[in-house]
T-cell receptor, first 115, second 109 residues
Framework: GAVVSQHPSWVICKSGTSVKIECRSL??????MFWYRQFPKQSLMLMAT?????????EQGVEKDKFLINHASLTLSTLTVTSAHPEDSSFYIC???????????FGPGTRLTVT | GDSVTQMEGPVTLSEEAFLTINCTYT??????LFWYVQYPGEGLQLLLK?????DKGSNKGFEATYRKETTSFHLEKGSVQVSDSAVYFC????????FGAGTRLAVHP
């Protein structure tokens, strides 16, 4: 149980285009979802926290207009990277947490390459 | 701010060798400490945790003890297997998770 999936697992897009990444909790209701970014050989950095039906809370330094997060249902959150640039190339990882549960369950990640 | 530092990898061991992956932390309060493992192609999984000083977390033969005096949470296993090959992340939480950079472990037969 407690499986989180991400789609796509990797994506290549051209500079200036937008790309959407989906995060789904497959067997539980995720009242809270988190989006992380990981650069090569570096830590996972929390980008934002989203609660179902509410606006996401972004960490300091994360551009909310560039990284649009939607958490419209208890099983789906999306991250849209708008007007992507090569510096946005990274590994994006989501996690999900059920209400009343402390543990986060992580997706396998999405590798984004912007050319 | 809070931070986690863990030893750089890769760590390469032979099967049945003893494993230690060092982790130290900096925190303003009294965080909970975690080790996560990421197997190839999969998401991070919680391996073990400790919520207060001197607590020992253990799972699947892995252990780590919360040492407040040395601000450390080193991961140990007495006899590693090939199936333990993965990336290991140390993390702390005082509300949100803060991760170390990860340590890749490769175990050879």
């Amino acid at each position: 149980g407690a499986v989180v999936s991400q789609h796509p697992s990797w994506v290549i897009c051209k500079s200036g285009t937008s790309v959407k990444i989906e995060c789904r909790s497959l067997d539980f209701q995720a009242t809270t979802m988190f989006w992380y970014r990981q650069f090569p050989k570096q830590s996972l950095m929390l980008m934002a926290t989203s609660n179902e039906g509410s606006k996401a809370t972004y960490e300091q330094g994360v551009e909310k207009d560039k990284f649009l997060i939607n958490h419209a249902s208890l099983t789906l959150s999306t991250l849209t990277v708008t007007s992507a640039h090569p510096e946005d190339s990274s590994f994006y990882i989501c996690s999900a947490r059920a209400q009343g549960v402390y543990e986060q369950y992580f997706g396998p990640g999405t590798r984004l390459t912007v050319t | 701010g809070d931070s986690v530092t863990q030893m750089e990898g890769p760590v390469t061991l032979s099967e049945e060798a003893f494993l230690t992956i060092n982790c130290t932390y900096t925190a303003t309060g009294y965080p909970s400490l975690f080790w996560y493992v990421q197997y190839p192609g999969e998401g991070l999984q919680l391996l073990l945790k400790a919520t207060k000083a001197d607590d020992k977390g253990s799972n699947k033969g892995f252990e780590a003890t919360y040492r407040k005096e040395t601000t450390s949470f080193h991961l140990e296993k007495g006899s590693v297997q090939v199936s333990d090959s993965a990336v290991y992340f140390c993390a702390l939480s005082e509300g949100k998770l803060i991760f170390g950079a990860g340590t890749r472990l490769a175990v050879h037969p």
